[in-house]
Structures are given as structure tokens and as C-alpha cells.
């Protein structure tokens, strides 16, 4: 059977077409809507119809931001506010009189990535997205594990530090409100005073507060994923994301991981994504 996944993002939404053997036939890019709900369904209808014009037989996934009440059927932590509180799945499956497979969009990188790309081949991964937030995935043997209530995989909403940050969560001291891309650029403004963007502050001259931003970011990484390794004790981590491109995470943030995982032996492999952006979409097509 075919399979066509679409990957709803705040900017854009694409689609893509696989035929039987995963092989790429037509993939295709559109702005997401902005802030309207019936225009966003009008404009995956769309997207639907032109992916499956020439094929009679398809299965369908979608890619979306925040991810679905288990309690309620009902969009819920969503970057994408038109998104929240719909029945998201529901209206699709009724607009285009179709099963539709839905998951968030770490699920769907993490099964894009252990089916097809860097962590393929490897039985229990472990997928990280870091960069606007902190989520995660997990895949076991091929097969996208959610947990009994869905949130299976969330590290970025781990407690770090008890009576730390506020999190939008409700909570305080998240993971992902000291290591997601705006959290370490708050940081950044703290230490120096310059509203610098990621990439920049890689590249700052700034040598000492760039040394203390550094340690810190890399002692809270590696805090927050050792504590994954000791809970799942992983086969491979694959980080996706912005912040999946600071090379350091690869060398001194695995270092920092194993420093403080719970075994005399940690040789978990710490892997960059092959699939890049399109991890959401491939994932989406290998919904089930």
C-alpha cells in the first residue's frame, strides 16, 4: 500500500508519498495557515488530494504539533494556538472520509529516524528533539511506543531542579526551560546582555561567559539525559532539532551524559539525524 504523511509545522505544512518499499514518489511543500483552524484542514485536504491523485489504495499519517488527549480526543501543548482544543483528528478523518493516523511531531522523528535514518537498525531509540522545546520519542523494535496515557518519552518536562524555572507546563525547573533554544538564550542575555541567537553565541568571542554558558548547558544536557539512559537504558540516541547541529553535544555532551549515568559501562551511542527537517514527515507516513 502507498503511504502518504503529512507533517503540519507552524510555517509550513508537507507533504510526501512513499510506495510500497518507503521509496520517495512526490513530495510537496505549503505555508501553514496562520491562526485559522478551517483554513489549516482546507489546506491539508488540499495537499491530500494532490499526493493521492494518481494511486487508488493509501494509508494517511499526520505530523502535528502538541499531541492528542488520550481524556478528551483534543489537541492539547500546541505551539500552534489555532490547534488547541480541536479535534484535530476527528475533523480530518471527516473531511477526507479516511482513517488518519496522528501523532506529535517527536514521535514521528523519532520512528522517522529508527526506520530510516541514523538510528536505524538499532532496537530500543530514543528520539530528542531540542530546539524552540524538549521532546522526545520512543521506538522498540520498529514500533512507536506512546504509554498508557501518551506522554511517553516527554524528558523535556523532567524536573531538573526543584524550585527552579517556571515552565509554562505549571510546573517549575523543566528540563526544557534550561536546555530548549530559548532558555539558552534567555541565558545568554543574562551573562552578557546581548540578545544573540544560537548559532551566534556559538561563534561569540566572548570567551569567558561563553565558557560558564557552555558548562552550564552542558552539565543540565547531560543531567537530563543520563536520566533518560538510567530509566530506558537506550540502544541509541538520536538528537533532531535546532540544537542538533552544536557539534559539542556529540563529544563533550556525551561525555557529560556518561559522567553521570548509573553503570560502570556507558557506551550508549549519542547520534545526529540523517533526515533533518524531514524526519516529521517521514514519520507521519509510517504511522500506523
Not at 15 to 41: A, C, H, M, S, W
Request: net charge negative.
Amino acid at each position: 500500500m502507498y503511504k502518504i504523511g503529512i507533517d503540519l509545522g507552524g510555517t509550513k505544512t508537507e507533504g510526501i508519498l512513499l510506495d510500497e518499499k518507503l521509496q520517495t514518489i512526490q513530495r510537496k511543500r505549503v505555508l501553514t495557515p496562520k491562526n485559522n483552524y478551517q483554513e489549516i484542514l482546507e489546506s491539508i485536504r488540499l495537499l491530500v488530494s494532490d499526493l493521492s491523485q494518481n494511486i487508488d489504495d493509501f494509508s494517511l499519517g499526520v505530523c502535528t504539533p502538541g499531541a492528542i488527549s488520550k481524556k478528551t480526543g483534543l489537541i492539547k501543548n500546541s505551539n500552534t494556538q489555532s490547534l488547541i482544543g480541536k479535534s484535530l483528528k476527528e475533523d480530518l478523518q471527516k473531511l477526507l472520509e479516511k482513517k488518519v493516523s496522528m501523532e506529535n511531531d517527536a514521535n514521528c522523528f523519532a520512528q522517522a529516524e529508527a526506520t530510516l535514518g541514523a538510528a536505524r537498525g538499532y532496537g530500543l531509540v530514543f528520539g530528542v528533539i531540542m530546539g524552540t522545546g524538549v521532546g522526545g520519542g520512543i521506538v522498540i523494535d520498529g514500533k512507536l511506543y506512546q504509554g498508557r496515557t501518551n506522554i511517553a518519552g516527554e524528558w523535556g518536562h523532567h524536573t531538573l531542579y526543584r524550585n527552579g524555572n517556571t515552565c509554562y507546563c505549571g510546573k517549575n525547573g523543566c528540563v526544557e526551560t534550561y536546555i530548549s533554544g530559548p532558555a539558552l538564550e534567555k541565558r545568554w542575555f543574562e551573562l552578557t546582555g546581548m540578545p544573540q541567537s544560537i548559532p551566534e553565541i556559538i561563534c561569540s568571542n566572548d570567551t569567558d561567559n561563553f565558557e560558564q554558558w557552555k558548562d552550564e548547558f552542558l552539565e543540565n544536557f547531560g543531567f537530563g539525559m543520563a536520566n533518560v539512559v538510567d530509566i530506558l537504558d537506550p540502544d541509541a540516541i538520536v538528537l533532531g532539532g535546532g540544537l542538533s547541529n552544536i557539534n559539542f553535544l556529540y563529544s563533550d555532551g556525551r561525555d557529560s551524559i556518561y559522567d553521570k549515568v548509573f553503570s560502570d559501562i556507558v557506551d550508549t551511542p549519542i547520534l545526529k539525524n540523517k533526515l533533518g527537517d524531514s524526519a516529521g514527515v517521514f514519520g507521519a507516513a509510517l504511522l500506523e
